[in-house]
């Protein structure tokens, strides 16, 4: 079974600290994801990656950063935290649409609960 | 942004009643799928519709799709109370994209 691990299952920060979520998968996927979700908004992808050392920025990338040193980790960022940051965040991942031929299936982790005080 | 759009929000039923969710999205797609994620935990994917395809089947979910309409429809038959959670419907669209854009949800409460 692929499993996706996120380190920290609840944090709670101060405003202006730096906050490292880290997300590690197991299959060999090439793509990887942070997302975060908020009641009433949904799921809003703030990176993805789909290769090692690439980034791309999704719908929500302002306050964040992302770091793919290796290909089964990836490390969302928040480089200054503020209270508006509290939220669920979501690491997930996939395979290269073209390998994986039953589409491209995202897994996810279990979910990292930020508090942002 | 949002692509799919599930209705209802929220569904309240009997077990062993039928629950259908709806699905409406705007693109063309490549591919929808349905995701479940149970309270506070992550999303576990269900189903994969592809879009020459009408209707798919896994267990007791029965999937629809409607590119004429750009809908699809969720059915669960049977439910028990373990089907309680917030279902998702997400999309892919154009050729080589990473990205699955996910809708708000359905909440779904089966009551023993």
């Known amino acids: 079974d692929v499993k996706v691990t996120q380190s920290s299952r609840y944090l709670v920060k101060r405003t202006g600290e730096k906050v490292f979520l880290e997300c590690v998968q197991d299959?060999?996927?090439?793509?990887m994801f942070w997302y975060r979700q908020d009641p009433g908004l949904g799921l809003r992808l703030i990176y993805f990656?789909?290769?090692?050392?690439?980034?791309e920025k999704g719908d929500i990338p302002e306050g964040y950063s992302v770091s793919r040193e290796k290909k089964e980790r990836f490390s969302l960022i928040l480089e200054s935290a503020s209270t508006n940051q509290t939220s669920m965040y979501l690491c997930?991942?996939?395979?290269?649409?073209?390998?994986?031929?039953?589409?491209?299936?995202?897994?996810f982790g279990e979910g990292s609960w930020l508090t942002v005080v | 942004s949002q692509q799919g759009e599930e209705d209802p929000q929220a569904l309240s039923i009997q077990e062993g009643e039928n629950a259908t969710m709806n699905c409406s999205y705007k693109?063309?797609?490549?591919?929808l799928q349905w995701y479940r994620q149970n309270s506070g935990r992550g999303l576990v994917h269900l189903i994969l519709?592809?879009?020459?395809?009408r209707e798919k089947h896994s267990g007791r979910l029965r999937v629809t799709l409607d590119t004429s309409k750009k809908s699809s429809s969720l059915l669960i038959t049977a439910s028990r109370a373990a089907d309680t959670a917030s279902y998702f419907c997400?999309?892919?669209?154009?050729?080589?994209?990473?990205?699955?854009?996910f809708g708000k949800g359905t909440k779904l409460s089966v009551i023993p």
């Open positions: 997930a991942s996939s395979f290269n649409l073209a390998r994986e031929i039953r589409g491209n299936t995202i897994y």
């Open positions: 299959m060999d996927h090439e793509n």
């Open positions: 990656s789909y290769d090692v050392k690439m980034k």
């Open positions: 693109t063309s797609i490549n591919n």
């Open positions: 519709i592809r879009s020459n395809e």
């Open positions: 997400a999309t892919n669209s154009g050729a080589g994209s990473y990205q699955l854009t």
